[in-house]
């Protein structure tokens, strides 16, 4: 056994801070989807797809729960179908809207 302490010792581990203070900033969202929970939103995906509905949750990666939804594709290429309650997965969301019109917000990568 090597004077180390071995794989994982609690001196040494893999990619730990190795008793530094954790000095990251925390990352915030620029759009907030709180304003439109229980709201409906529109939502568009890379493909083509859309789906409008109520957002009843979401979580910090864009995953997106939404009630009564509908789904429509551009050019009406596949008729509308009803899906009711869904989960969306938030990789492959280009664009998230209200339906009852939009607010301007604040440039968050201005100077």
């Known amino acids: 056994m090597?004077?180390?302490?071995?794989?994982g010792g609690a001196t040494r581990g893999r990619g730990g801070a190795?008793?530094?203070?954790d000095d990251r900033k925390k990352k915030e969202s620029i759009l907030n989807l709180a304003?439109?929970?229980?709201?409906?939103?529109?939502?568009?995906?890379?493909g083509g797809r859309e789906v409008?509905?109520?957002l009843k949750g979401y979580d910090q990666l864009m995953n997106l729960v939404?009630?009564?939804?509908?789904?429509s594709y551009e050019n009406d290429a596949i008729p509308k179908r009803t899906l009711g309650l869904?989960?969306?997965?938030?990789?492959?969301?280009?664009l998230i809207s209200p339906t009852d019109g939009s607010a301007e917000?604040?440039?968050?990568?201005?100077?």
């Not at 304003?35 to 890379?46: G, H, P, Q, R």
């Not at 869904?86 to 280009?94: A, C, H, I, S, T």
């Open 105 to 111: 917000i604040e440039n968050p990568f201005a100077q």
């Open 52 to 54: 409008t509905g109520i």
């Open 18 to 21: 190795q008793g530094r203070p």
């Open 86 to 94: 869904v989960v969306l997965r938030g990789p492959n969301v280009v």
């Open 2 to 7: 090597s004077s180390r302490g071995g794989r």
């Open 66 to 71: 939404m009630d009564e939804v509908v789904e």
């Open 35 to 46: 304003l439109y929970v229980d709201k409906s939103i529109n939502v568009k995906f890379a």
